[in-house]
C-alpha cells in the first residue's frame, strides 16, 4: 500500500489528548472539514471511520501512558488530519507507539472488540499506515484513510 500522508497542508489537523471525548471532538471536526472541501455525502463513512481509528490511537495511548515518563507522555499526544490525496478526502491518526501495528483480526461471533479495521476496510476506498521519523528522531505511526 502507499502511504497518503499528505503534501501541501491539511484542511485539519488537531493534537487529541487522551480522552474518550476527543472521539466525539475528532468526528465533529471531520465532517466540517468534509463538508468544507465538497465532500458533505461522505460524512457518515468518515465519522465511522475516524472514530475508529482516534479510538484505536487513544485506548493505545492510554495503555501505554501508566509506563512512560512524564516527559513522554507530554509528547506522546494523538494527532489527527483531514486534507485531500489525489482528490480525495483521507484521514490520518498519528500516535508514538511505532511498535503497535494495526492488525486486522479476525474476532469471535461474540467479541465485543475487535472489528474496528474491518470497518475501515470496508468504509475506504484504501487504508494503511506508515511510519515516520520527526525533526527530533521520535517515531510516530500514521494510520490513514482514502474516503471512496
Same mark, same amino acid.
Given at each position: ?18 480522552d ?7 468526528r465533529?471536526a ?10 458533505p +455525502?461522505?460524512?457518515?463513512n ?19 501512558? #501508566?509506563?512512560? #515518563? ?7 499526544r494523538v ?17 508514538a507507539?511505532?511498535d +503497535?501495528i494495526?492488525?486486522?483480526? #479476525?474476532?469471535g461471533?461474540?467479541?465485543e ?6 470497518? !475501515?476496510a470496508?468504509?475506504a ?5 506508515v511510519?515516520?521519523?520527526?525533526e ?9 484513510? !482514502?474516503?471512496r
Amino acid at each position: 500500500m502507499t502511504s497518503v500522508t499528505a503534501i501541501r497542508p491539511p484542511h485539519l489537523e488537531l493534537s487529541l489528548t487522551v480522552d474518550r471525548s476527543e472521539v466525539s471532538r475528532a468526528r465533529r471536526a471531520a465532517a466540517r472539514a468534509l463538508k468544507d472541501l465538497g465532500y458533505p +455525502e461522505l460524512v457518515e463513512n468518515a465519522q465511522l471511520i475516524v472514530s475508529e481509528l482516534v479510538t484505536n490511537a487513544l485506548h493505545l495511548t492510554d495503555n501505554r501512558l #501508566s509506563h512512560l #515518563s512524564r516527559d513522554y507522555v507530554a509528547q506522546s499526544r494523538v494527532r489527527f488530519q483531514v486534507h485531500e490525496n489525489d482528490g480525495h478526502p483521507a484521514v490520518e491518526v498519528w500516535d508514538a507507539f511505532p511498535d +503497535e501495528i494495526p492488525l486486522v483480526l #479476525s474476532p469471535g461471533s461474540i467479541a465485543e472488540q475487535g472489528r474496528g479495521l474491518h470497518i !475501515v476496510a470496508h468504509l475506504a476506498k484504501e487504508w494503511g499506515y506508515v511510519l515516520r521519523t520527526d525533526e527530533i528522531r521520535r517515531t510516530w505511526k500514521c494510520v490513514w484513510a !482514502v474516503l471512496r
